[in-house]
């Protein structure tokens, strides 16, 4: 999984857990989530605690919507 792919994942879909992307591209979890956080570190991707679901959601940034777009057209 690239950086890219993440991106462009999260792009697809409004709100995801860390488990939803272990999922989606067959990663552990441990995995899954050290990549979001990565994101969350460089404000691509913002997170937020679900206190009713005990779990951290992601979103992608407009910070992270525009490093998906050029990325895209290094392509």
Same mark, same amino acid.
């Given at each position: 999984m690239t950086k890219g792919e993440l991106l462009s994942y999260l792009a697809e879909v409004e709100n995801v857990t860390a488990t939803e992307v272990a999922d989606?591209?067959?990663? +552990?979890y441990?995995? $899954?989530?050290? $990549?979001?956080?990565?994101?969350t570190r460089q404000s691509l991707v913002e997170r937020y605690l679900d206190t +009713?679901?005990?779990?951290?959601?992601?979103r992608l940034t407009?910070?992270?919507s525009?490093?998906?777009?050029?990325?895209?057209?290094k392509t």
């Open positions: 989606k591209f067959d990663l +552990s441990f995995t $899954a989530g050290m $990549a979001l956080l990565r994101l +009713s679901r005990n779990c951290f959601w992601y407009e910070r992270g525009e490093r998906l777009d050029y990325l895209e057209s």
